[in-house]
């Protein structure tokens, strides 16, 4: 897994704090419920991007995951506090995100990637290349950072 340069993308993150539901008998996050945290940034980084999943829907596009890859460093607890960053790192053509998870005090827990294509919302073919929407706004974003 790469290590993406997150100071030079898009990126969005949230605090969470770990629940009940989410630990083990091991009294560790269970490791399917990662999935989750990322999803919660991924949804900010696109509502960010004025791109929410019912924004895609009204574009004509949903955009599956159709790969992933967690790296888990370490383990996270019951209650504890935690930051989840997201990056956009890939968009032309496929959507990749990174993920971090650090403790509050900044120590690494968790990288992770994913990556989603664009599937046309009616015919539910595979587009080849990301659509014109999800560039522009990209594009918005990153003319704005400069």
């Known amino acids: 897994m790469t290590k993406t340069d997150f100071s030079k993308g898009i990126t969005a993150s949230v605090t969470l704090r770990v629940p009940f539901h989410d630990v ?3 009294d560790v996050v269970w490791h399917g419920r990662y999935f989750k945290y990322f999803e919660e940034v991924r949804r900010t980084l696109l509502e960010d991007l004025d791109y929410s999943y019912a924004s895609m829907m009204e574009s004509g596009y949903v955009w599956p995951v159709v790969d992933t890859s967690v790296r888990f460093v370490r383990p996270l607890a019951l209650d504890q506090t935690f930051v989840v960053t997201a990056c956009i790192v890939e968009w032309e053509l496929r959507l990749v995100i990174d993920y971090r998870i650090h403790s509050e005090d900044g120590v690494l827990h968790t990288r992770a990637r994913t990556v989603q294509v ?9 587009l080849i290349g990301s659509p014109a929407v999800l560039i522009e706004r990209i594009e918005r974003r990153l003319a704005c950072s400069n």
């Open 118 to 126: 664009p599937v046309d919302a009616t015919t539910r073919e595979l």
């Open 24 to 26: 083990d008998p091991a």
